[in-house]
């Protein structure tokens, strides 16, 4: 059973980055596509980047594309993702999921694994 545990949530300033972690256990990590989500208070959860079992393939929602990095170390039961020019937008409960579908499909319903979250502020 895949459990998942999410890390490098904080406040930070309107044009700051973070790196947010996903640590896997439970399973080996190279068997799930891996994908980041974010609900803000009152809104649904929404995708924001999911990348393949391999690495090979990522998705990237309009609104993080050349901001979000996603990555993932395999041999370290990890992945990661690189927030760079944050937006006050951008504030949200920040989840990793997993899935054993194939590819960087980024829909919420393909996900049936998820860590407790961890909370991302942007403001000034």
């Known amino acids: 059973q895949l459990q998942l545990v999410e890390s490098g949530g904080g406040l930070v300033q309107p044009g700051g980055s973070l790196r947010l972690s996903c640590a896997a256990s439970?399973?080996?990590?190279?068997?799930?596509?891996i994908g980041w989500f974010r609900q803000a208070p009152g809104k649904g959860r929404e995708a924001v980047s999911c990348i393949s079992r391999s690495g090979g393939s990522t998705n990237y929602a309009d609104s993080v594309k050349g901001r979000f990095i996603i990555s993932r170390d395999n041999a370290k039961n990890t992945v990661y993702l690189q927030m760079n020019s944050l937006k006050a937008e951008d504030t949200g409960t920040y989840y990793c999921?997993?899935?054993?579908?194939?590819?960087?499909?980024?829909?919420?319903?393909?996900?049936?694994?998820w860590g407790q979250g961890t909370q991302v502020t942007v403001s000034s």
């Open positions: 439970g399973s080996t990590l190279d068997s799930y596509s």
């Open positions: 999921g997993g899935t054993r579908a194939y590819g960087s499909v980024c829909q919420v319903l393909w996900y049936g694994f």
